[in-house]
Nanobody, 113 residues
Framework: QVQLVESGGGLVQAGGSLRLSCSAS????????MGWYRQAPGKQRELVAT?????KYRDSVKRRFTISRENTKNTVYLQMNSLKPEDTAIYYC?????????WGKGTLVTVSS
């Protein structure tokens, strides 16, 4: 079984920065795609950034957010700069391992105006 644990969320003022982390543990045998999604109140979950064979960002976070990873630690990061109130959401880590999608429980990011 695989577990994903996120950390780093919190309350920040608009224009501020946060760094999210997500560590994967369990039966992991190789490097696998990982990414971040978010879900704001009353909205559907949406892709923020993924890092696998290529790196992808949703348009609204390009040039503000950066996804990176440490393969030796099975950890993925999301550096979020110039945060906006519309970035407020629960951020979920995602990993695709051996044909299965895994999700973390999420970490709340609140950006005040």
């Amino acid at each position: 079984q695989v577990q994903l644990v996120e950390s780093g969320g919190g309350l920040v003022q608009a224009g501020g920065s946060l760094r999210l982390s997500c560590s994967a543990s369990g039966c992991i045998r190789s490097i696998f795609p990982m990414g971040w999604y978010r879900q704001a109140p009353g909205k559907q979950r949406e892709l923020v950034a993924t890092l696998g064979g290529s790196t992808k960002y949703r348009d609204s976070v390009k040039r503000r957010f950066t996804i990176s990873r440490e393969n030796t630690k099975n950890t993925v990061y999301l550096q979020m700069n110039s945060l906006k109130p519309e970035d407020t959401a629960i951020y979920y880590c995602n990993a695709f391992i051996s044909g299965v999608y895994y999700w973390g429980k999420g970490t709340l990011v609140t950006v005040s105006s």
